[in-house]
């Protein structure tokens, strides 16, 4: 893994949050202005990413086959990080729905909304598809596993996965369609999404650094006191056991470090969302979004540089 590029890559992302707090201190941050970057990012800016990546990628069938082993160990990974961080969960002595916060909180990653631009920015066209397969995986993850952790009668509803029919997922779709059946976009087509493909990185990191000053404003420098439970865990934890158990395994090193990178994102922001509507415990799911993504960017260089260590030492 490049160093240097992922380093970079990562100052460069603090710098963006930075002005967006700068951003916020300057201009009431409304909801509607909230939405409509939320839009612009999960409904243009993403799917362009992922199909600009479908149209620089000749999808052949080793590519096709990489696609679905990126999904499947992104069910793996994302089914034992829950297992995880629910037995550390329970051996710490948290208890019924507060365990299962901790849980969910800790296990599961922002690999869309950072992770994809970062994935595409570090590891080109490529990185964005494969980055997005793996949080189209994280998406039937929690629009089923997690919803059913979170209701309290524990019944599933087939409505939840209503939520898994978005836009990312229909260009992950159609764009591989395409390119499977030899459909060639057009070039209008192939300009559009390259160009709006480069504003999904810094719309996010912009929206995450508005976030900051109006929750300060609101609740001071608050945390839990389990706050360091998924922090650790999230951050620290399980990406370098995520190492240790990639690293001799046969798959290729864009693979490898593909999902090294996505293990390392912080805590998803959909959470947020979740808990809202199932738990009534927002704020729990605010805080540690904003402290992770945060400190993310210490520990994404760290994680980089020890998967460098670990591979050279074994």
Known sequence: MDLYIVTSSIIVMGIMILLGVLTALRVEITSDLKAGLMFIILNIAVPSIILNGVFN????????????LIFMISIMYHLAGLLVAWLLARLFGFQSLFAKKMTIL??????????IPLCATIFG????????????????????????????????????????????????????????????????????????SSIAGP??????????????????????PQLWFPITLRLLLIPILVIIIITNSPLNELTRNLIIILSSMPTFMLVTVIFSKYTQDEETAIITTIYSTILCLLTIPLISFFSSWWESFV
């Open 203 to 224: 719309l996010a990191m912009l929206y995450i650094g508005m976030l900051i000053p109006p929750l300060i404003k609101k609740r001071g420098f608050t945390i839990f």
């Open 106 to 115: 800790a296990a599961l990653g922002n690999s869309g909304f950072i992770g």
């Open 57 to 68: 990628t000749e999808i052949t069938s080793h590519i096709l086959n990489q696609v679905i």
């Open 125 to 196: 066209p490529i990185g964005g598809l494969l980055a997005a397969i793996f949080d189209a995986a994280l998406d039937l993850i929690i629009f089923s596993v997690v919803i059913y952790m979170l209701q309290s009668n524990g019944r599933f509803q087939m409505k939840h996965l209503k939520a898994l029919i978005n836009p990312p997922l229909l260009a992950i779709t159609f764009g591989l369609i395409a390119a499977s059946t030899g459909i060639e976009a057009p070039n209008i087509v192939k300009q559009l999404t390259e160009m709006l």
